[in-house]
């Protein structure tokens, strides 16, 4: 079974510091990884994916994320926040088998509060 | 363009009451379609998916249903709601079971 772990319930980041979500994950097979913002009372918003290639990746808004195959993290981050950052995070995993071409579903995290202070 | 609509966006409905909550999408076709629900803001736990019409599986026995009469329409239903029913209900859809699902601007049900 695929599990996602987010640490923190909340983070908390001055403005214009950098700032860092932490996740990680357990998947059978190749993991496929995504991060997604939430703001309240509204649907989920995907930020980026992690298929293959480059560990680091780039997504909406200035965020990126590393993927990191021995720590099985996939940290999301960002060089400098913004108070408009300030929404729940959730990091989610799917996993492509090696084999016989089988597949799981998202997985998700039970999500991170970003709280950006002026 | 692909766009997902949920509707309606806030419902209070007495115990003992039916439930319809319709989701729909557009530009696309025989998308993967997710029913979550998601409490005090925070985790998400998947009720059901659809694979094509009329395919449904549950992750979890409760007082729900779904069904997809058509290739593009995932309907979420209870004959009876409960109290434990209230929460925020998420649609959502994906190319495939293990890539990204985009979700719409979710439902907020109050059972009273």
């Known amino acids: 079974a695929q599990s996602v772990a987010q640490p923190e319930d909340q983070v908390n980041v001055a403005e214009g510091n950098p700032l860092t979500v932490k996740c990680t994950y357990s998947v059978s097979g190749n993991p496929y990884l995504f991060w997604y913002v939430q703001y309240p009372n509204r649907g989920l918003q995907f930020l980026l994916k992690?298929?293959?290639?480059?560990?680091l990746v780039k997504g909406s808004y200035g965020f990126e994320a590393e993927f990191n195959k021995s720590q099985t993290s996939f940290h999301l981050k960002k060089p400098s926040a913004l108070v408009s950052d300030s929404a729940l995070y959730f990091c989610a995993v799917s996993g492509l088998m090696y084999s016989g071409g089988g597949a799981d579903g998202l997985t998700f995290g039970k999500g991170t509060h970003l709280i950006i202070q002026p | 363009s692909q766009t997902i609509h949920q509707w309606p966006a806030t419902l209070v409905q007495p115990v003992g009451s039916p439930l319809s909550l319709e989701c729909t999408v557009e530009g696309t076709s025989n998308p993967n379609l997710y029913w979550y629900r998601q409490a005090a803001g925070r985790g998400l736990q998947l009720l059901f998916y659809?694979?094509?019409?009329?395919?449904i599986s549950s992750e979890v026995p409760q007082n729900l249903s779904a069904s997809r009469p058509q290739d593009r329409q995932f309907i979420l239903s209870s004959k009876k709601l409960l109290l434990s029913d209230s929460g925020f209900y998420l649609c959502a859809w994906s190319v495939f079971l293990y890539t990204e699902a985009f979700f719409g601007q979710g439902t907020r049900l109050t059972v009273v």
């Open positions: 992690y298929i293959t290639g480059d560990n």
């Open positions: 659809s694979v094509g019409i009329g395919q």
